[in-house]
């Protein structure tokens, strides 16, 4: 597989303002990409789009949009046409989690949940994987070390980021032979305003945070990569976590991250996520 030529490429990069998709924004303009930022966050977005094109003289875009919207797909594909642009790329890096006993968490939240880290990624690849295939361009989903165990605690958290990674990897084996670059990115603890939003830091489990820049680096490595795979983890400590949690029974694994994300476990208390 060649080298991304990014200076051809218009890339879609959702929660572009702020953490991993903003360090995406940045690392891409380095390279000569122009840029369609998503996130509901106007002013950020505009911010970040002024920067862009000053510094590295790319073209960037910012719109605005709620991704639990029903009908995301077509409102961003409508919201791009009416810029006169073609997305070439796209990165589905939005999503969100929640933290605490299943039982007791607000079910208009959990839905909104399912439809920004689900619903949102299947929608945007649909109503542009067309012009993708056509510019063979590249698809990056964002996943999560949480994809690869339970999670208890964040149950709904974890079996969307399943859902990611296991689409995904589908998508990059139909895509074969198209041109198209498509994997799904699993970061594990990452200094972002994840923890901010779910509302507690027992949400990764006091793990050690590694930088959006450095989950970029891996993505961006493994996208120029001669023969990329259907997906990556970011960090050698979370792929050895992976490997083993392979060999691990279910009911071995599943028990030992419950133990993990108890609050109690770190002199924590259970708290909501945000709104």
């Known amino acids: 597989m060649p080298r991304p030529d990014y200076r051809s490429q218009t890339v879609i990069v959702t929660g572009a303002s702020s953490g991993i998709g903003a360090s995406f924004a940045h690392a891409l303009a380095a390279r000569g990409a122009n840029l369609i930022l998503v ?63 299943f039982a007791g968490e607000d079910p208009v939240r959990l839905t909104q949940e399912i439809a920004v880290d689900v619903a949102a990624p299947v929608q945007l690849s649909s109503a542009f994987l067309p012009d993708i295939v056509a510019a063979q361009g590249f698809l990056i989903n964002v996943a999560s070390m949480a994809a690869y165990t339970p999670t208890p605690r964040m149950a709904v958290y974890g079996a969307t980021k399943a859902f990611v990674l296991s689409f995904t990897e589908s998508l990059w084996a139909e895509l074969r032979g198209s041109g198209v670059t498509a994997f799904a990115l699993s970061p594990g603890a990452t200094s972002t305003e994840f923890n901010a939003v779910v509302g507690t830091d027992d949400a990764t489990a006091g793990a050690k945070a590694r930088t959006p820049e450095d ?20 960090g050698r400590s979370n792929r050895l976590g992976a490997s083993i949690g392979r060999l691990v029974p279910r009911r071995a694994s599943v028990t030992m991250m419950h133990r993990l994300t108890d609050p109690a476990r770190r002199g924590g208390a259970k708290k909501r996520a945000s709104a």
């Open 39 to 101: 996130a509901r966050r106007l002013d950020r977005l505009r911010e970040l789009a002024s920067e862009l094109e000053s510094k590295h003289r790319v073209a960037a875009t910012a719109i605005a949009l709620d991704l639990t919207s029903p009908a995301v797909g077509a409102e961003l594909k409508a919201a791009v046409a009416d810029a006169g642009l073609t997305a070439t790329s796209l990165i589905n890096n939005a999503g969100f989690g929640t933290f605490g006993e």
């Open 215 to 234: 989950v970029v680096a891996t993505a961006l490595s493994h996208l120029e990569s001669r023969n990329p795979g259907p997906s990556v983890i970011d």
